[in-house]
């Protein structure tokens, strides 16, 4: 069964650090294309990171400089290293694997999400 | 990079007919894909590229593309279809995600 597991998140003051992990099961990870998707409390969907199979790793300009993901092959595990953390960081964060095609990109599966509160 | 823009909120009657939308300048070259999430859940994406369904996702949920607007049809939707459903695609530059602002679909 293909599985995705985040831990990691927490509560941190702004300005703090955290590291999120994702273990996955039932495919690997270097393999694939893997992203990090977050969502805000009652807010929708906000893309953070891709890393692709090749290593080459993509932001969104929200978190650009302060984010950093990252994989361990022999662990099969997805890291987000998270920096400088803001109030606005403050979401559930949620791993996937990204399914890629002809003229498309999608998420499937996901994880059930770590939530990561920024406050002091 | 680009905006994917959708309805804040849709209703439908039970077994109607009802088409979620989304649009942006990058569904000119990228499919749209649509995810379904309900409350306290992780979303689970129901519709991929042209119009490609995951393996569990039942047959009346459809996708399709016209210009810069893509759409997500639920033909005949059930109670259990009431959840907020987002669209995403490649940015413009191809190297970034953007997602819709998401559609809350009410079943009446």
């Known amino acids: 069964e293909v599985q995705l597991v985040e831990s990691g998140g927490g509560l941190v003051q702004p300005g703090g650090s955290l590291r999120l992990s994702c273990a996955a099961s039932?495919?690997?990870?270097?393999?694939?294309?893997m992203s990090w998707v977050r969502q805000a409390p009652g807010k929708g969907l906000e893309w953070v990171s891709v890393i692709y199979s090749g290593g080459s790793t993509y932001y969104a300009d929200s978190v650009k400089g302060r984010f950093t993901i990252s994989r361990d092959n022999s662990k099969n595990t997805l890291y987000l290293q998270m920096n400088s953390l803001r109030a606005e960081d403050t979401a559930v964060y949620y791993c996937?694997?990204?399914?890629?095609?002809?003229?498309?990109?999608?998420?499937?599966?996901w994880g059930q999400g770590t939530l990561v509160t920024v406050s002091s | 990079s680009s905006e994917l823009t959708q309805d804040p909120a849709v209703s439908v009657a039970l077994g109607q007919t009802v088409r979620i939308t989304c649009q942006g300048d990058s569904l000119r070259s990228y499919y749209a894909s649509w995810y379904q999430q309900k409350p306290g859940q992780a979303p689970v994406l129901v519709i991929y590229?042209?119009?490609n369904r995951p393996s569990g996702i039942p047959d009346r949920f459809s996708g399709s593309s016209s210009g810069n607007t893509a759409s997500l049809t639920i033909t005949g939707a059930q109670a259990e279809d009431e959840a907020d459903y987002y669209c995403n695609s490649r940015d413009s530059s191809g190297n970034l995600v953007v997602f819709g602002g998401g559609t809350k679909l009410t079943v009446l």
């Open positions: 039932g495919f690997t990870v270097s393999s694939n294309y």
């Open positions: 590229g042209k119009n």
């Open positions: 996937a694997r990204v399914r890629v095609g002809f003229g498309e990109l999608s998420f499937d599966p």
